[in-house]
T-cell receptor, first 113, second 117 residues
Framework: DADVTQTPRNRITKTGKRIMLECSQT?????MYWYRQDPGLGLRLIYY???????NKGEISDGYSVSRQAQAKFSLSLESAIPNQTALYFC????????????FGPGTRLLVL | AQKITQTQPGMFVQEKEAVTLDCTYD???????LFWYKQPSSGEMIFLIY??????QNATEGRYSLNFQKARKSANLVISASQLGDSAMYFC??????????????FGTGTLLAVQP
């Protein structure tokens, strides 16, 4: 079984709809992250959480919210989806040190029409 | 501000040859980590190799090695004996001290590698 899982893997939604992307990990890591990937822009950090009670905005948090339900679960919500949120979304986890490798989930492809 | 630059949008390499993917970085931190990830067409992000800023020796992992030149702020990935399965997008990333908190990755824009038979 994969250490970091994301659901759904693919999602199509309409402008204005609220959607939630979910991430679960079995690596026992404290830290979890949400990134989005757009063509030509690499990955950009949306939100990160260093433990259940610590949630922080990343580079591009506007239009998104997150919930850390447990150490192993970190959800990303789009309150009112818009077309420019069409992207590939990745969840990642890591240990506590800056040198710790981040391990990524398989990604969720989101299309907002 | 921290930044990662990958100047090669795409590259070709012949099977069994070595290839170097360039990465330069900018940071004012003394302690940082540099990572390379591979993204095949299926989309997942696969960790390849890590180099710490205080590591004196270049990191190696199988056919992957990282040519770390701290004074030049470069962290190039070298893939030896390229295989067809190496065709993918490659991202350089830095574990940065961002807003007082560490361990958030900043990514470059990636290099698309195509291995030719």
């Amino acid at each position: 079984d994969a250490d970091v899982t994301q659901t759904p893997r693919n999602r199509i939604t309409k402008t204005g709809k609220r959607i939630m992307l979910e991430c679960s990990q079995t690596k026992g890591h404290d830290r979890m992250y949400w990134y989005r990937q757009d063509p030509g822009l690499g990955l950009r950090l949306i939100y990160y959480s260093f433990d259940v009670k610590d949630i922080n905005k990343g580079e591009i948090s506007d239009g998104y919210s997150v919930s850390r339900q447990a150490q192993a679960k970190f959800s990303l919500s789009l309150e009112s989806a818009i077309p420019n949120q069409t992207a590939l979304y990745f969840c990642a986890t890591s240990g506590r040190d800056y040198q710790e490798t981040q391990y990524f989930g398989p990604g969720t492809r989101l299309l907002v029409l | 501000a921290q930044k990662i630059t990958q100047t090669q949008p795409g590259m070709f390499v012949q099977e069994k040859e070595a290839v170097t993917l360039d990465c330069t970085y900018d940071t004012s931190d003394q302690s940082y980590g540099l990572f390379w990830y591979k993204q095949p067409s299926s989309g997942e992000m696969i960790f390849l190799i890590y180099q710490g800023s205080y590591d004196e020796q270049n990191a190696t992992e199988g056919r992957y090695s990282l040519n770390f030149q701290k004074a030049r702020k470069s962290a190039n990935l070298v893939i030896s004996a390229s295989q067809l399965g190496d065709s993918a997008m490659y991202f350089c990333a830095m574990g940065a001290n961002y807003g007082g908190a560490t361990n958030k990755l900043i990514f470059g824009t990636g290099t698309l590698l195509a291995v030719q038979p």
